[in-house]
C-alpha cells in the first residue's frame, strides 16, 4: 500500500465511522497533527500505530484491504473512463458526460480528505450500482 493509498483508505474508514481526526487521535493516543500526516500522505504510520488506529475505529486490520481493494476499483474505473475505455462490469459502451463527471467529482473528493464524506458516499454507490438518473 503507497503512502497515497494508506491516507485514502484511512481517511474512508474514519470518515464512515463518523468521527473526526480528533476524536480518531484521541481514541488511538496520537496527536491530531499526526492523524492528519496520516491522512494527507505526508507520513507512514508504523505498523504498530496502524494497528492502533484501526483498533480505535473498531475495525479488524482486514478493513485496510478490504477498504484499499474498494479504492482500487474506484480508481481502476475512473482511469478507464479517462481513457475512453469502458469499465469492467459495465457494458463495452462510452461513458456518458455525467458517469465521467460522477468520477472526477469522487476523486476530487476523497483527495479533499472527507470533508463531503456524505455526497462521496452517495456518488460512489450510485456509480457502483450503476444508477442512472431519470
Known sequence: MTNDDLAV???ILRIIRRWSQSELAEAAGVTNSAISDYERGKV???TQTLQKLVRALGLPLAALDQTQTFVQVIRAQMDMGESGAAPVTAPQTALSSLERERRAEI????SEGGRFASRMTRLMLELVAGYRPP
Open 44 to 46: 507512514d504510520p508504523q
Open 107 to 110: 476523486a476530487q473528493i476523497a
Open 9 to 11: 483508505t484511512l481517511s
